[in-house]
Every structure is written in C-alpha cells, then in structure tokens.
C-alpha cells in the first residue's frame, strides 16, 4: 500500500466532451490508485469555473458542436494551461479533446477552432471518418502496444518537438499516412484511442499516475503491481485486432 499519498485529477467540461465511453478512463485512474490506497481528489471542471492547480487534467472526445462549445472555454484559459503544462502537470486528451491540444482544428464546415497549443500540431477534418480498432507499437511502455478504438475524420499533423504515442500497427491514428499515433510531449498525451483506453491499458493508466505522483511530490514512484490478468488478457485480445 502507497501510504497516504494522494493525487488531483481535473475532469475538463465532462458535460460536453465524453464520447464513447471515456469516462472509463477517469473511472480506471480513480479505481487504480484506491487500490493502492493512494487517495484521489477528483474535480469535474464546467464552464466558468475557476481553476486551480491539479496533478492531472483529463479531456473527452465530443462531436464537432461539442468541441466549437469547449474551444471558447479551453482558450480563454490557455495561459493558465501552458503554465501547468510546464510545472509538470499531466494532460490526457481523448480525439477531440486532443484535437483541441493543437493550434487549431479545422472542422469540416464552420470556423476554425483556436487550440491552447499545449502540442505544437493541428488538425483539419478530411474527407473520410476512420471508424475501427487500433493497435500501436510504443517505445516508452511494457507491454509495448495500446489497443483502442477510433473515430474521427479529424487528420492531426505533428510538428516540432512533439513524439507519437507510437507508430499504428492496425487502424489509421493521427491521419492515416504517417502511421503515427497520438502525442507526447512534455507530460502532455493525446490519442484518437477511445474505447475507454485506459481499462484495456493498464500499463499506460499506471504510467500516467506515476507521473502524477511526481509531480504532486517533486520525486520518481514505482507503483506496486496489481494483479491485472483479466485486464492484459482483453489488451492481449485486442493486439492487431482486424480494422
Ligand atoms: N469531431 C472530431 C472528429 O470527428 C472528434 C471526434 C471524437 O472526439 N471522436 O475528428
């Protein structure tokens, strides 16, 4: 048991951006500490709320309507988010709340969204919705593969400093060409991966609370192991899943 430790996760705007089940994430991140006896203070951020600091932002996915409702929101706070960005918080960005990590994203009618350029990337809506399971091969987590499933029509191009969660095995990822997936930078993540990803992907869940952990208390975790034989049998069930 982690003694008394303690972490704070900001749900961004759930009410508007929550697509296909990623409320799961929140739901294994919650679960995964208490195991632990590491206790979470969960906040569900909406509109107009004042921010504060937390170890943790997580955002959903949400149709093109949802997203015009959040960029307003997300953009009026960007300098705020920079500054947690660079004091070591941890971003986790599902889809369309990734998509909105970016400079913009370009929906397929409508005005251009401005992104709080925690990532520097963007995204433009193509012409084709990528609808299918995917696998990606990382070099930064054991197992090395994520599994999930995606749906968008948005094509995100990273630029920069920014790394790929990993490179596609299966399914399309970012835009379908480069065979990248997702981003990381800093201890921003972001992933087309709905499903929810984090029941399916354990490992991934375990690292980002680590990360949370360090920058709560200034030093590097190794989390206890938990027994998850059911969760790697579904994630092993879903390696290279057909698209
Ligand atoms: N509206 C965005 C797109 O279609 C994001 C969709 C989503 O969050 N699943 O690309």
């Not at 930078?185 to 399916?200: A, C, D, E, I, R």
């Amino acid at each position: 048991m982690e003694d008394s430790l303690e972490i704070s996760i900001a749900h961004l705007y759930p009410k508007h951006l929550n697509l296909y089940g990623d409320l799961g994430n929140i739901i294994t991140l919650i679960k995964r500490c208490e195991w632990r006896g590491i206790n979470v203070v969960y906040d569900k951020i909406d509109f107009n709320d004042k921010l504060a600091s937390h170890d943790l932002y997580f955002i959903g996915g949400g149709q093109d309507k949802q997203q015009q409702e959040v960029a307003g929101e997300l953009y009026k706070n960007k300098e705020f988010f920079l500054k947690e960005r660079d004091n070591g918080a941890v971003f986790l960005g599902i889809c369309g709340g990734y998509q909105l990590f970016g400079h913009y994203y370009q929906p397929f009618d409508g005005e251009k969204l401005k992104g709080i350029s925690l990532i520097d990337a963007y995204t433009v809506a193509g012409k084709k919705r990528f609808i299918g399971n995917v696998t990606v091969k990382t070099d930064f987590l054991y197992p090395d593969t994520l599994v999930g499933f995606e749906n968008h029509s948005g094509l995100t191009y990273l630029q920069g400093d920014c790394k790929p969660l990993g490179t596609v095995v299966t399914g399309n990822g970012n835009n379908g060409v480069d065979r990248t997936e997702g981003v990381r930078y800093k201890n921003v993540f972001g992933t087309y991966l709905h499903g929810s990803l984090l029941p399916k992907n354990p490992h991934f869940a375990d690292y980002l609370i680590e990360l949370a952990l360090k920058k709560h208390y200034g030093r590097d975790f190794s989390l206890q192991k938990l027994d998850d034989t059911i969760e790697i049998k579904t994630h092993e069930s879903l390696v290279g899943k057909a698209y």
